[in-house]
């Protein structure tokens, strides 16, 4: 099995920073997966955010983050990071760490271990 435990959530005004992180253990767990970050606001479905790449050179972002977010990881530590800058309201949402399986990174189902969850809110 493999767990995912995020952290660095809260609350931040609009303009504002965050660093997520996502601490990953587990016997089933390597750090040849690619990881990504999802997010899920209320009453919308869950979204990509970004990945990362098992190396770390490889990144994907969602066009509503790019260019405000990063994403990175440290192997040595088995955890990814999320930068987040230049908060936005309508960045407000449960965010997750997820390990990747197969398929496109940008789609839900092609992540097999997911964390619970991290708040982010970001007041106006």
């Known amino acids: 099995q493999v767990q995912l435990v995020e952290s660095g959530g809260g609350l931040v005004q609009a303009g504002g920073s965050l660093r997520l992180s996502c601490a990953a253990s587990?016997?089933?767990?390597?750090?040849?997966?690619?990881m990504g970050w999802f997010r899920q606001a209320p009453g919308k479905e869950r979204e990509f955010v970004a990945a990362?790449?098992?190396?770390?050179?490889?990144?994907y972002y969602a066009s509503s983050v790019k260019g405000r977010f990063t994403i990175s990881r440290d192997n040595a530590k088995n955890t990814v990071y999320l930068q987040m800058n230049s908060l936005k309201p309508e960045d407000t949402a449960v965010y997750y760490c997820?390990?990747?399986?197969?398929?496109?990174?940008?789609?839900?189902?092609?992540?097999?271990?997911w964390g619970q969850g991290t708040q982010v809110t970001v007041s106006s």
């Open positions: 997820a390990a990747h399986d197969s398929g496109s990174y940008y789609r839900v189902g092609s992540y097999r271990y």
């Open positions: 587990g016997r089933a767990f390597s750090s040849s997966y690619a």
């Open positions: 990362v790449g098992w190396s770390g050179v490889s990144t």
